[in-house]
C-alpha cells in the first residue's frame, strides 16, 4: 500500500522568510495530494491540493509543486506570517482507486516574530 | 459548507468503560472515517466506511469497532477503555474514498 514520508518534524522561520515541507510517496498510482492546515485546538483544513496533470499550483502564499517521476511533492510557504504557525500534513491518494488519503505524520511549523 | 460534527469535545472515563463516540456530517457522503491523532505519530487511520452498514479496518484498529446504521452517522466504539486509548479522536467525511476529506472538530478522550 501507499507509503507517505514527510519531512521535517518541526520548521522554525522568521516572520517574512519562507518555509519548505516536503512529502514523497511510495505507491505510483497516486494521483490526489492535498495538504492540510491545523492550528492548535482545532481540525485539520485542506488548504491546497493537486493532480498528477499538473506539477505546480499556487494559491497567494501558498504553493505546491509535484514530481511524479522523483514521487515527491512540496508546500512551498512566502512571506510567512505568525497565523501561519500550525501542524502541516501531506496525504496520497489514488482518487479512482478504493483507498483512502494516506498522512503524513506532520511538520509543526512555528513563524517566530 | 460540508459540516461535521462529533459529540463531545472532552469526554472523561474509566478503565473498563464502554465508550461511544459519534460523527455526523451533513453533506451526503459516501465515505466516513475515525482517527486517532497522538503527538509525533500523526493521523492514525482506526476504521472507514464506504456505505452504511460497510466497514473497514484502517492501521489500528485494535480494541475499536464501529457502526454506521445511516449514511450520515458513524460511531466508534471502545469496548472496554483503556488508558493507552487516550487521545485525542478525529471523524471525517469524504464524497469518493481517494478525495479530500473533512474534519469534525475532535474528541479528546481521557481515560482514567
Known amino acids: 500500500g501507499e507509503n507517505v514520508e514527510q519531512h521535517p518534524s518541526t520548521l522554525s522561520v522568521q516572520e517574512g522568510d519562507s518555509a519548505v515541507i516536503k512529502c514523497t510517496y511510495s505507491d505510483s498510482a497516486s494521483n490526489y495530494f492535498p495538504w492540510y492546515k491545523q492550528e492548535l485546538g482545532k481540525r485539520p483544513q485542506l488548504i491546497i491540493d493537486?493532480?498528477?496533470?499538473?506539477g505546480e499550483k499556487k494559491d497567494q502564499r501558498i504553493a505546491v509543486t509535484l514530481n511524479k517521476t522523483a514521487k515527491h511533492f512540496s508546500l512551498h510557504i512566502t512571506e510567512t506570517q505568525p497565523e501561519d504557525s500550525a501542524v502541516y500534513f501531506c496525504a496520497a491518494s489514488n482518487e479512482l482507486g478504493n483507498t483512502p488519503l494516506v498522512f503524513g505524520k506532520g511538520t509543526r511549523l512555528s513563524v517566530i516574530a | 459548507d460540508v459540516k461535521v460534527t462529533q459529540s463531545s469535545r472532552y469526554l472523561v472515563k474509566r478503565t473498563g468503560e464502554k465508550v461511544f463516540l459519534e460523527c455526523v456530517q451533513d453533506m451526503d457522503h459516501e465515505n466516513m472515517f475515525w482517527y486517532r491523532q497522538d503527538p509525533g505519530l500523526g493521523l492514525r487511520l482506526i476504521y472507514f466506511s464506504y456505505d452504511v452498514k460497510m466497514k473497514e479496518k484502517g492501521d489500528i484498529p485494535e480494541g475499536y469497532s464501529v457502526s454506521r446504521e445511516k449514511k450520515e452517522r458513524f460511531s466508534l466504539i471502545l469496548e472496554s477503555a483503556s488508558t493507552n486509548q487516550t487521545s485525542m479522536y478525529l471523524c471525517?467525511?469524504?464524497?469518493?474514498?481517494?478525495?479530500?476529506?473533512?474534519f469534525g472538530p475532535g474528541t479528546r478522550l481521557l481515560v482514567l
Open positions: 493537486i493532480r498528477s496533470n499538473v
Open positions: 471525517a467525511s469524504s464524497k469518493d474514498s481517494g478525495e479530500t476529506q473533512y
